[in-house]
């Protein structure tokens, strides 16, 4: 469909010679409307300023002409660059035909614009040079200055980086803009992704590239999704990508549109609001995110796997507070967030549900005996602590209640449900102990 190929690889100027034959002497329809723009697909405008045609009017208003058309002859073509940069071009000329053996001089001009390595017809105007001329580059000229302020405006608001992958030319063309003094720098990664190949092989982080793979090659046209990629001074950041994906009117992915910005400080200062400040541990209002998250991770992926949460409660804190003070309450309060840091991996999270009651959850364990391992050693480990610690008397302990879940579980609520009661349990039958219940 369209013109041949070969035909797209030339310069604007050749292309006129080319559109010009096809309308005048081939009268193919087809063969002009792969002339035309394809990030317009829903218009073209061919003659009339202001007017404009979906795909198949086009084609249906071009036959129209084509049975009115009187026998025609092409004499001479003269054609000429009016203005141009690497973006848009101008062409302006004059065209000679010979109809029914008479002469007529016909003024030309077109509006290209370059997209994904090729030019393509924005908009063409032909008109009879016997006519009043109308002021047709002075118009197309604004037209050009116009559309560039407005682009250079449009790349100055957005903020980040603005991906565009082409499907079919398997093409990633990233513009990034690095200060708003600054123009975007083009820059073009080839053979990105093709069939599920990852997004940004060597600069995105090995453990995010599947996610992203997933994201483009899903049936969801909008996506926001966040990952890490590597700066070329040698760190990882984090970046969200929001992208919307361009359809044919079959359905067929053309086209894939995003925007990249870096949300590095943004998570620095959401994970800061995400703790307690007194003790360095996550805030309650953190765990729901965390575990939710995990819990639709256990899900997708399946691994095997399980998860666990345990649920601590401070023995007789109350008491400390009321007898030594709450200065002696928050060091205690504080050690033990360090003490249970130095039992659990990074991957694991502590959370300070409120006064003396925390919660840890566990990722990836192989079943119950590990957090019945990790929750006695916790309390043994903290026993030790607290006889070293001047607590004028009063014992002070751990009680805690687990549940190990798997990918069957409902969600948060459920195992925070089953987590208290087990802990509710332990603290009637005596505290400092561990109930752990599995599902």
Same mark, same amino acid.
Not at 285 to 292: M, P, V
């Given at each position: 469909?369209g013109?041949d190929?070969?035909? =797209?690889?030339?310069s604007?100027t050749e %292309?006129? &010679?080319?559109?010009?034959r ?6 193919d329809a087809e063969?002009?409307? /792969?002339f035309?723009?394809? !990030?317009a697909?829903?218009w073209?405008? %061919? #003659?009339?300023?202001?007017e404009a ?5 086009l084609?249906?208003?071009?036959? #129209?002409i084509?049975?009115?058309? =009187? !026998?025609?002859?092409m ?8 203005t141009e940069?690497? !973006?848009?071009?101008?062409i ?6 010979l109809e ?12 290209? #614009? ?6 393509y017809?924005?908009?063409l105007?032909i008109q009879?040079?016997?006519m009043p ?6 118009v197309?000229e ?9 682009n ?6 957005? =903020?980040?980086s603005?991906?565009?992958y082409d499907v079919?030319?398997?093409q990633l ?6 200060? %708003?003094?600054?123009p ?8 990105l ?7 940004f092989?060597a ?9 992203l793979e997933?994201?483009f090659?899903? @049936?969801q046209?909008?996506r926001?999704?966040?990952?890490r990629f590597?700066?070329?001074e ?7 990508l929001?992208?919307?994906?361009v359809r044919?009117?079959e ?6 549109l /995003?925007n990249?910005? @870096?949300?590095?400080?943004e998570l620095?200062?959401l994970e800061e609001? $995400?703790? @307690?400040?007194?003790t360095g541990a996550?805030?309650r &209002?953190?765990? $729901?995110?965390?575990?939710?998250n995990?819990c639709?991770q256990?899900?997708r992926?399946k691994?095997? #796997? ?13 008491n400390?507070?009321?007898t030594c003070g709450h200065?002696?309450?928050d $060091?205690?309060l ?5 003490l249970l840091?130095?039992?659990f991996?990074?991957?694991d999270?502590?959370?300070?549900? /409120?006064g003396?009651e925390?919660?840890?959850?566990m990722k990836?364990?192989?079943g119950?005996?590990?957090?019945? =391992?990790?929750g006695?050693a916790?309390i043994e480990?903290?026993?030790a &602590?607290?006889?070293?610690?001047d607590?004028? /008397?009063?014992p002070l302990s751990?009680?805690?209640g687990?549940v190990?879940?798997?990918?069957k ?6 195992i925070?449900?089953r987590a ?6 332990v !603290? ?9 219940e599995?599902?």
């Open positions: 469909m013109y190929r070969m035909e =797209q690889e030339k604007p %292309m006129m &010679y080319g559109l010009t096809a309308f005048y002497e081939e009268k063969k002009i409307v /792969g035309y723009d394809p !990030k697909i829903c073209f405008g %061919m #003659t009339e300023r202001g045609y979906h795909i198949q009017s084609r249906e208003k071009l036959q #129209t084509f049975e009115s058309m =009187q !026998k025609t002859c004499e001479k073509e003269n054609y000429r660059v009016v940069n690497n !973006k848009s071009c101008m302006a000329g004059n065209l000679a035909l029914n053996g008479e002469r007529i001089e016909n003024e030309i001009s077109a509006f290209w #614009t370059f997209f994904q390595g090729v030019w017809l924005s908009r105007s009879n040079a016997g001329p109308e002021p047709e580059k002075q197309l604004e037209e050009l200055n116009l559309e560039k302020s407005r250079q405006t449009l790349m100055n608001l957005i =903020q980040g603005v991906l565009e079919l030319k398997d063309d990233l513009y990034i803009q690095r200060s %708003m003094r600054e975007k720098k083009h820059m073009v990664y080839p053979d992704i093709k069939s599920g190949k990852a997004l092989q600069a995105v982080y090995p453990d995010d590239r599947e996610k997933k994201a090659l899903n @049936d046209d909008y926001v999704i966040e990952f590597q700066e070329k040698g760190f990882y950041s984090w970046k969200r929001t992208f919307q994906k044919d009117s359905g067929q992915l053309l086209r894939i /995003g990249v910005v @870096d949300i590095s400080q620095g200062l609001a $995400r703790k @307690d400040c007194l996550y805030n &209002y953190g765990l $729901r995110t965390f575990l939710e995990y639709g256990l899900k992926e691994r095997g #796997t399980k998860g666990a949460v345990l649920l601590l409660d401070l023995d007789n804190f109350k400390l507070n009321d200065p002696a309450g $060091r205690v504080k050690d033990l967030v360090e840091g130095a039992h991996r990074s991957g999270k502590i959370f300070r549900m /409120g003396d925390f919660m840890i959850l990836d364990i192989p119950k005996d590990v957090a019945c =391992q990790k006695q916790i480990d903290f026993s &602590y607290a006889a070293q610690y607590t004028h /008397g009063i751990l009680s805690i687990a190990v879940f798997s990918e579980i409902s969600g948060s609520r459920e925070y449900q208290d009661q087990a802990l509710y349990e !603290k009637h039958s005596g505290k400092k102990g561990i109930r752990v599995e599902t």
